[in-house]
Protein backbone atom coordinates (compact mmCIF):
# COMPACT_ATOMS: atom_id res chain seq x y z
CA UNK A 1 0.00 0.00 0.00
CA UNK A 2 1.35 3.39 -0.90
CA UNK A 3 -0.01 7.02 -0.18
CA UNK A 4 1.13 10.08 -1.53
CA UNK A 5 -0.66 13.40 -0.63
CA UNK A 6 -0.70 16.84 -2.75
CA UNK A 7 -1.34 20.48 -2.21
CA UNK A 8 -0.88 23.38 -0.02
CA UNK A 9 -2.89 24.79 2.71
CA UNK A 10 -3.17 27.80 0.79
CA UNK A 11 -3.75 26.29 -2.61
CA UNK A 12 -7.29 25.32 -4.16
CA UNK A 13 -6.81 22.14 -2.98
CA UNK A 14 -5.29 19.33 -1.21
CA UNK A 15 -5.96 15.31 -2.18
CA UNK A 16 -4.08 12.07 -1.42
CA UNK A 17 -3.79 8.95 -3.97
CA UNK A 18 -3.52 5.47 -2.01
CA UNK A 19 -2.32 2.74 -4.34
CA UNK A 20 -2.06 -0.89 -3.61
CA UNK A 21 -5.56 -1.47 -2.12
CA UNK A 22 -7.33 -4.41 -2.82
CA UNK A 23 -11.08 -4.22 -4.94
CA UNK A 24 -14.23 -4.63 -3.56
CA UNK A 25 -13.91 -2.24 -0.71
CA UNK A 26 -17.52 -0.51 -0.06
CA UNK A 27 -16.14 3.42 0.33
CA UNK A 28 -18.69 6.59 -0.09
CA UNK A 29 -17.72 9.92 0.43
CA UNK A 30 -19.74 10.10 3.35
CA UNK A 31 -17.76 7.65 5.11
CA UNK A 32 -14.80 9.90 5.52
CA UNK A 33 -17.06 12.87 7.74
CA UNK A 34 -16.23 11.56 10.98
CA UNK A 35 -13.06 11.13 11.27
CA UNK A 36 -12.26 14.26 8.91
CA UNK A 37 -14.67 16.08 11.55
CA UNK A 38 -12.94 14.59 14.22
CA UNK A 39 -9.58 16.54 12.64
CA UNK A 40 -11.30 19.87 11.44
CA UNK A 41 -9.94 22.83 12.53
CA UNK A 42 -12.71 25.47 13.74
CA UNK A 43 -15.35 23.04 15.27
CA UNK A 44 -14.20 24.28 18.90
CA UNK A 45 -12.71 27.25 20.40
CA UNK A 46 -9.54 25.70 21.67
CA UNK A 47 -8.63 25.02 17.97
CA UNK A 48 -8.03 27.37 15.33
CA UNK A 49 -10.83 29.15 13.60
CA UNK A 50 -10.33 28.38 10.04
CA UNK A 51 -13.14 27.13 8.97
CA UNK A 52 -12.68 24.51 6.13
CA UNK A 53 -16.34 21.98 5.35
CA UNK A 54 -13.29 19.08 4.44
CA UNK A 55 -15.69 17.76 2.08
CA UNK A 56 -13.85 14.71 0.26
CA UNK A 57 -14.24 14.11 -3.88
CA UNK A 58 -13.78 10.81 -4.74
CA UNK A 59 -11.87 11.51 -7.99
CA UNK A 60 -11.04 7.45 -8.73
CA UNK A 61 -10.45 3.80 -7.81
CA UNK A 62 -14.46 3.69 -6.76
CA UNK A 63 -16.81 2.31 -9.09
CA UNK A 64 -20.83 1.74 -7.82
CA UNK A 65 -19.66 2.42 -4.31
CA UNK A 66 -16.47 -0.49 -4.32
CA UNK A 67 -12.56 -0.14 -4.64
CA UNK A 68 -11.45 -1.82 -8.24
CA UNK A 69 -8.47 -2.30 -7.11
CA UNK A 70 -6.67 1.04 -8.85
CA UNK A 71 -5.32 3.84 -7.32
CA UNK A 72 -7.79 5.69 -5.54
CA UNK A 73 -7.34 9.86 -5.80
CA UNK A 74 -9.00 11.97 -3.14
CA UNK A 75 -9.93 15.77 -3.43
CA UNK A 76 -10.81 18.63 -0.65
CA UNK A 77 -10.91 22.08 -1.57
CA UNK A 78 -9.58 24.68 0.43
CA UNK A 79 -12.21 27.36 0.76
CA UNK A 80 -11.44 29.29 3.78
CA UNK A 81 -7.63 30.54 2.84
CA UNK A 82 -7.12 33.86 4.18
CA UNK A 83 -2.96 34.79 3.07
CA UNK A 84 -2.82 38.23 3.78
CA UNK A 85 -2.31 37.25 7.30
CA UNK A 86 1.11 35.60 6.32
CA UNK A 87 1.91 38.77 3.73
CA UNK A 88 4.30 40.28 6.30
CA UNK A 89 6.11 37.56 7.32
CA UNK A 90 6.48 36.43 3.82
CA UNK A 91 10.28 37.03 3.59
CA UNK A 92 10.78 36.50 7.46
CA UNK A 93 11.16 33.01 8.93
CA UNK A 94 9.34 31.65 11.60
CA UNK A 95 11.38 30.28 14.58
CA UNK A 96 10.80 26.65 15.35
CA UNK A 97 8.92 26.74 11.99
CA UNK A 98 9.83 24.88 8.68
CA UNK A 99 9.98 28.18 6.92
CA UNK A 100 13.86 27.74 7.30
CA UNK A 101 14.55 24.42 6.37
CA UNK A 102 12.42 24.38 3.08
CA UNK A 103 14.05 27.61 1.88
CA UNK A 104 17.68 25.87 2.58
CA UNK A 105 16.72 23.08 0.70
CA UNK A 106 14.35 24.65 -1.63
CA UNK A 107 15.55 28.33 -2.01
CA UNK A 108 11.70 28.89 -2.99
CA UNK A 109 9.71 30.29 -0.74
CA UNK A 110 5.88 29.85 -1.16
CA UNK A 111 4.36 32.10 1.50
CA UNK A 112 0.55 31.18 1.29
CA UNK A 113 0.42 29.87 5.06
CA UNK A 114 2.40 27.22 5.67
CA UNK A 115 2.33 25.85 2.15
CA UNK A 116 3.25 22.31 1.88
CA UNK A 117 4.44 22.39 5.56
CA UNK A 118 1.12 23.30 6.76
CA UNK A 119 -0.96 20.65 9.29
CA UNK A 120 -3.39 21.01 6.68
CA UNK A 121 -1.65 18.31 4.95
CA UNK A 122 -2.55 15.55 7.99
CA UNK A 123 -6.21 15.92 6.25
CA UNK A 124 -5.56 13.77 3.54
CA UNK A 125 -3.53 11.02 5.84
CA UNK A 126 -6.71 11.06 7.83
CA UNK A 127 -9.07 10.79 4.41
CA UNK A 128 -6.76 7.97 3.76
CA UNK A 129 -6.76 6.16 7.03
CA UNK A 130 -10.26 5.73 6.77
CA UNK A 131 -10.08 3.30 3.72
CA UNK A 132 -7.14 1.79 5.88
CA UNK A 133 -9.62 1.54 9.20
CA UNK A 134 -12.22 -0.03 7.29
CA UNK A 135 -10.50 -2.74 5.80
CA UNK A 136 -8.94 -3.50 8.79
CA UNK A 137 -12.10 -3.61 10.84
CA UNK A 138 -14.25 -5.79 7.86
CA UNK A 139 -11.08 -7.95 7.37
CA UNK A 140 -9.56 -8.60 10.64
CA UNK A 141 -11.70 -7.04 13.19
CA UNK A 142 -8.92 -4.72 14.23
CA UNK A 143 -9.78 -1.42 15.96
CA UNK A 144 -7.92 1.62 15.83
CA UNK A 145 -8.47 4.15 18.69
CA UNK A 146 -6.60 7.37 20.12
CA UNK A 147 -7.07 9.87 22.87
CA UNK A 148 -4.74 12.41 24.21
CA UNK A 149 -3.27 11.36 27.34
CA UNK A 150 -0.97 14.76 28.46
CA UNK A 151 -1.24 18.26 27.62
CA UNK A 152 1.55 20.25 28.94
CA UNK A 153 1.94 19.26 32.45
CA UNK A 154 -2.01 17.76 32.77
CA UNK A 155 -2.55 14.42 32.88
CA UNK A 156 -5.23 12.20 32.86
CA UNK A 157 -6.18 10.90 36.53
CA UNK A 158 -9.16 7.99 35.17
CA UNK A 159 -9.16 6.04 32.10
CA UNK A 160 -12.48 5.87 30.32
CA UNK A 161 -12.25 4.83 26.58
CA UNK A 162 -15.96 5.49 25.95
CA UNK A 163 -15.05 9.10 27.33
CA UNK A 164 -12.87 10.25 24.36
CA UNK A 165 -15.10 10.64 21.52
CA UNK A 166 -17.34 12.97 24.44
CA UNK A 167 -15.57 15.84 24.53
CA UNK A 168 -13.12 18.21 22.20
CA UNK A 169 -10.29 17.14 23.83
CA UNK A 170 -9.92 13.57 23.46
CA UNK A 171 -9.47 12.60 26.97
CA UNK A 172 -10.32 9.40 28.66
CA UNK A 173 -11.30 11.53 31.90
CA UNK A 174 -14.41 13.74 31.51
CA UNK A 175 -14.37 14.92 34.83
CA UNK A 176 -10.95 17.02 33.88
CA UNK A 177 -13.07 18.81 30.64
CA UNK A 178 -13.91 22.08 32.56
CA UNK A 179 -9.98 22.21 34.34
CA UNK A 180 -8.62 21.44 30.30
CA UNK A 181 -11.20 24.27 28.79
CA UNK A 182 -9.82 27.21 31.77
CA UNK A 183 -6.14 25.90 30.89
CA UNK A 184 -6.26 26.30 26.77
CA UNK A 185 -8.82 29.54 27.09
CA UNK A 186 -5.98 31.22 29.41
CA UNK A 187 -2.54 29.74 26.91
CA UNK A 188 -4.79 31.37 23.96
CA UNK A 189 -5.10 34.61 25.75
CA UNK A 190 -1.69 34.24 27.00
CA UNK A 191 -0.31 33.95 22.90
CA UNK A 192 1.53 31.04 23.89
CA UNK A 193 1.27 27.61 22.86
CA UNK A 194 1.74 23.93 24.35
CA UNK A 195 3.20 20.35 23.67
CA UNK A 196 0.78 17.29 23.95
CA UNK A 197 0.92 13.37 24.03
CA UNK A 198 -1.22 11.12 22.04
CA UNK A 199 -1.74 7.48 22.54
CA UNK A 200 -2.86 5.19 20.09
CA UNK A 201 -4.10 1.41 20.79
CA UNK A 202 -4.85 -1.07 18.23
CA UNK A 203 -6.55 -4.47 19.04
CA UNK A 204 -7.59 -7.50 17.37
CA UNK A 205 -4.08 -7.35 15.51
CA UNK A 206 -3.15 -10.55 14.61
CA UNK A 207 0.31 -12.43 15.61
CA UNK A 208 2.46 -12.45 12.84
CA UNK A 209 2.13 -8.69 11.11
CA UNK A 210 5.98 -6.81 10.62
CA UNK A 211 8.95 -7.95 8.39
CA UNK A 212 11.67 -8.78 10.98
CA UNK A 213 14.51 -6.77 9.98
CA UNK A 214 13.77 -4.43 7.55
CA UNK A 215 10.50 -3.17 7.98
CA UNK A 216 10.03 -3.76 10.92
CA UNK A 217 6.48 -2.96 12.49
CA UNK A 218 7.81 -0.87 15.14
CA UNK A 219 10.28 1.22 12.50
CA UNK A 220 7.40 1.31 10.09
CA UNK A 221 5.41 2.60 12.71
CA UNK A 222 7.64 4.94 14.16
CA UNK A 223 8.58 6.30 10.65
CA UNK A 224 5.21 7.25 9.67
CA UNK A 225 3.95 8.59 12.99
CA UNK A 226 6.88 10.91 13.21
CA UNK A 227 6.24 12.11 9.38
CA UNK A 228 3.74 13.81 11.08
CA UNK A 229 3.86 17.59 11.71
CA UNK A 230 4.80 18.77 14.69
CA UNK A 231 5.83 15.34 15.97
CA UNK A 232 9.29 15.03 18.05
CA UNK A 233 8.94 11.58 19.69
CA UNK A 234 7.58 8.27 19.44
CA UNK A 235 7.34 5.41 21.79
CA UNK A 236 6.16 1.56 21.65
CA UNK A 237 5.06 -0.19 24.22
CA UNK A 238 7.32 1.20 27.69
CA UNK A 239 9.20 3.34 25.23
CA UNK A 240 11.61 5.29 27.03
CA UNK A 241 10.54 3.75 30.35
CA UNK A 242 12.44 0.81 29.41
CA UNK A 243 15.30 2.30 30.29
CA UNK A 244 15.00 1.87 33.93
CA UNK A 245 13.47 -1.31 34.11
CA UNK A 246 14.69 -4.76 34.66
CA UNK A 247 14.74 -7.18 31.94
CA UNK A 248 12.56 -9.58 35.07
CA UNK A 249 10.29 -7.01 35.40
CA UNK A 250 10.16 -6.30 31.28
CA UNK A 251 9.77 -9.21 29.68
CA UNK A 252 5.86 -10.22 29.18
CA UNK A 253 5.15 -13.64 30.31
CA UNK A 254 3.27 -16.54 28.17
CA UNK A 255 0.55 -17.95 29.56
CA UNK A 256 -2.13 -20.45 27.74
CA UNK A 257 -4.55 -17.90 29.26
CA UNK A 258 -2.70 -15.22 27.27
CA UNK A 259 -0.05 -12.47 27.86
CA UNK A 260 0.47 -11.49 31.58
CA UNK A 261 1.28 -7.85 30.91
CA UNK A 262 2.36 -5.96 27.62
CA UNK A 263 5.41 -3.71 27.93
CA UNK A 264 6.82 -4.95 24.45
CA UNK A 265 3.43 -2.94 23.34
CA UNK A 266 2.29 -5.88 21.33
CA UNK A 267 5.53 -6.61 19.04
CA UNK A 268 8.09 -8.56 19.13
CA UNK A 269 11.38 -8.52 16.80
CA UNK A 270 9.28 -6.23 14.80
CA UNK A 271 6.64 -8.89 13.97
CA UNK A 272 2.94 -8.54 16.26
CA UNK A 273 2.37 -10.71 18.89
CA UNK A 274 -1.29 -10.34 19.01
CA UNK A 275 -1.20 -8.43 21.84
CA UNK A 276 -2.96 -4.70 21.71
CA UNK A 277 -0.16 -2.53 19.73
CA UNK A 278 0.49 0.40 21.96
CA UNK A 279 2.17 3.69 20.38
CA UNK A 280 2.51 7.24 21.99
CA UNK A 281 3.39 10.03 20.16
CA UNK A 282 5.02 13.66 21.37
CA UNK A 283 3.84 16.88 19.74
CA UNK A 284 5.63 20.11 20.24
CA UNK A 285 4.20 23.39 21.09
CA UNK A 286 2.99 25.00 17.69
CA UNK A 287 5.43 27.60 16.33
CA UNK A 288 3.74 30.15 15.06
CA UNK A 289 2.99 32.67 17.32
CA UNK A 290 1.30 35.99 18.06
CA UNK A 291 4.56 36.72 20.45
CA UNK A 292 7.27 38.42 19.19
CA UNK A 293 10.29 37.21 18.88
CA UNK A 294 13.44 38.49 17.04
CA UNK A 295 14.79 36.07 14.16
CA UNK A 296 16.16 36.57 10.55
CA UNK A 297 14.47 37.13 7.37
CA UNK A 298 15.34 35.66 3.82
CA UNK A 299 18.46 38.96 3.34
CA UNK A 300 20.32 37.79 6.15
CA UNK A 301 18.72 40.61 8.74
CA UNK A 302 17.38 40.58 11.75
CA UNK A 303 13.84 41.05 11.96
CA UNK A 304 11.39 41.27 14.34
CA UNK A 305 8.44 37.84 13.58
CA UNK A 306 4.85 38.40 15.15
CA UNK A 307 2.51 35.41 13.26
CA UNK A 308 -0.81 36.59 13.25
CA UNK A 309 -3.94 34.82 11.94
CA UNK A 310 -5.71 31.22 12.99
CA UNK A 311 -3.69 28.70 14.74
CA UNK A 312 -4.07 26.03 17.24
CA UNK A 313 -2.38 26.33 20.68
CA UNK A 314 -1.94 23.42 21.08
CA UNK A 315 -1.72 20.86 18.10
CA UNK A 316 -1.81 17.61 19.94
CA UNK A 317 -5.51 18.81 20.43
CA UNK A 318 -6.63 17.59 16.78
CA UNK A 319 -3.57 14.76 16.46
CA UNK A 320 -5.53 12.05 17.59
CA UNK A 321 -7.46 10.91 14.56
CA UNK A 322 -4.12 11.47 12.56
CA UNK A 323 -2.06 9.34 14.93
CA UNK A 324 -4.84 6.83 14.51
CA UNK A 325 -4.69 7.18 10.52
CA UNK A 326 -1.04 6.66 10.17
CA UNK A 327 -1.26 3.21 12.70
CA UNK A 328 -3.69 1.93 10.35
CA UNK A 329 -2.48 2.54 7.04
CA UNK A 330 0.45 0.90 8.40
CA UNK A 331 -1.27 -1.92 9.81
CA UNK A 332 -3.19 -2.70 6.47
CA UNK A 333 0.15 -2.57 4.34
CA UNK A 334 1.95 -5.04 6.82
CA UNK A 335 -1.33 -7.14 6.44
CA UNK A 336 -0.64 -6.67 2.57
CA UNK A 337 2.87 -7.79 2.64
CA UNK A 338 2.18 -10.51 5.30
CA UNK A 339 -0.57 -11.97 3.34
CA UNK A 340 1.51 -11.78 -0.38
CA UNK A 341 4.37 -13.68 1.32
CA UNK A 342 2.95 -15.54 4.04
CA UNK A 343 -0.81 -16.56 2.82
CA UNK A 344 -2.75 -18.18 5.23
CA UNK A 345 0.51 -19.00 7.34
CA UNK A 346 0.83 -17.70 10.73
CA UNK A 347 -1.95 -19.19 12.49
CA UNK A 348 0.47 -21.75 13.81
CA UNK A 349 0.12 -23.20 17.89
CA UNK A 350 0.33 -22.40 20.12
CA UNK A 351 -1.29 -19.18 19.68
CA UNK A 352 -1.44 -16.60 22.69
CA UNK A 353 -5.06 -14.91 23.19
CA UNK A 354 -4.59 -11.30 23.33
CA UNK A 355 -3.57 -10.22 26.63
CA UNK A 356 -4.99 -11.45 30.28
CA UNK A 357 -7.38 -8.45 31.63
CA UNK A 358 -7.63 -6.59 28.12
C1 LIG B 1 -1.43 25.82 10.02
C2 LIG B 1 -1.90 27.12 10.07
C3 LIG B 1 -3.34 27.41 10.08
C4 LIG B 1 -4.14 26.21 10.54
C5 LIG B 1 -3.70 25.04 9.68
C6 LIG B 1 -2.31 24.65 10.05
O1 LIG B 1 -3.84 27.67 8.79
P1 LIG B 1 -3.61 29.00 7.98
O2 LIG B 1 -2.47 28.73 7.06
O3 LIG B 1 -4.87 29.24 7.24
O4 LIG B 1 -3.26 30.08 8.96
O5 LIG B 1 -5.50 26.48 10.46
O6 LIG B 1 -4.51 23.92 9.85
C7 LIG B 1 -5.47 23.65 8.90
C8 LIG B 1 -5.87 24.51 8.00
C9 LIG B 1 -5.98 22.30 8.99
O7 LIG B 1 -6.92 21.95 8.26
O8 LIG B 1 -5.43 21.53 9.81
C10 LIG B 1 0.01 25.54 9.96
O9 LIG B 1 0.81 26.48 9.76
O10 LIG B 1 0.43 24.36 10.10
Redesign the pocket.
Known sequence: LTVTTFGE??GPAIGCVVDGCPPGIAIAPEDFRHDLER????RTRHT???H?A?EVEILSGVYEGVTTGTPIALLIRNT???SK??AKIADQFRPG?ADYTYWQKYGIRDP???GR????E??MRVAAGVIAKKWLADRHGVQVQGWLSQIGEIVPHGFDLSAVENNPFFWPDTRQVTELELYMDALRKSGDSVGARVDVVATNVPPGWGEPIYGKLDGELAAALMSI?AVKGVEIGDGFGVVAQKGSAHRDQMTPQGFASNHAGGILGGISTGQPLRCSVAFKP?S?LRLPIDSLDTHGNVAEVVTT????PC?GI?ATPICEAMVALVLMDQALRHRAQCGDVGEVTPRIPGNLGG
Open positions: SHRATGSQREDDQRDYHRGGSSARTTNTSGRHDVR
